[in-house]
């Protein structure tokens, strides 16, 4: 998961909440695939674009939807460098 937040990074990814926790619920109910297509739906191209960063992050490092649900959460942390 380390690895995961270090590629992440302090950047800002301007992602609102409800779109992150949407994206949790998703992730954790259908899985990596159905979290994908739910950031590409989406109609803000910046939020859209660093959301599946994310999500492909994630994924690079075989992380489990659990643990890309607790990144998710965490999100906010990451970007301030608290992490």
């Known amino acids: 998961m380390g690895?995961?937040?270090a590629e992440i990074g302090t950047g800002k990814?301007?992602?609102t909440t409800a779109v992150i926790a949407?994206?949790?619920k998703?992730?954790?109910a259908k899985g990596y695939d159905a979290a994908e297509l739910y950031a590409a739906q989406l109609t803000a191209t910046d939020e859209n674009t660093e959301l599946i960063r994310v999500i492909m992050t994630l994924r690079k490092y075989n992380l489990g939807p659990e643990a890309g649900?607790?990144?998710l959460d965490k999100l906010a942390a990451i970007e301030s460098g608290k992490w």
């Open 69 to 71: 649900a607790q990144v």
């Open 26 to 28: 998703t992730l954790l």
């Open 13 to 15: 990814t301007c992602i």
């Open 3 to 5: 690895k995961a937040i």
């Open 22 to 24: 949407e994206t949790k």
